[in-house]
């Protein structure tokens, strides 16, 4: 399923086998197999995650070394945790 799965999908699929194992009656050995799938689901959704997180990262750098627009401030994430904690 990973391979051309989107985030969206894969994380279906996972909430789906959650359910499925904290519902109870599987095997033993559905419920291991359930659990390894969901753990590799797990690790390709932390991928997308990150490859998302970097690519946004990347955008507003590229934007702030393009010189800034007047009225489309970038902010970086040091300034919104000091706006939130006022």
């Known amino acids: 399923m990973h391979q051309g799965a989107s985030f969206e999908d894969s994380f279906h699929r996972l909430s789906e086998m959650a359910e499925q194992l904290e519902a109870g009656g599987l095997t033993l050995a559905e419920a291991t197999s359930r659990f390894e799938e969901g753990m590799k689901l ?3 959704c932390n991928e997308l995650l ?4 970097l690519k946004i990262t990347e955008l507003k ?26």
Request: aromatic residues 10%; glycine residues 6%; negative net charge.
């Open 50 to 53: 990150n490859n998302a997180e």
């Open 61 to 86: 750098e590229s934007y702030r070394t393009a010189g800034a627009q007047p009225g489309f401030d970038v902010l970086d994430e040091d300034s919104e945790e000091e706006d939130s904690d006022e």
């Open 42 to 44: 797990v690790q390709f």
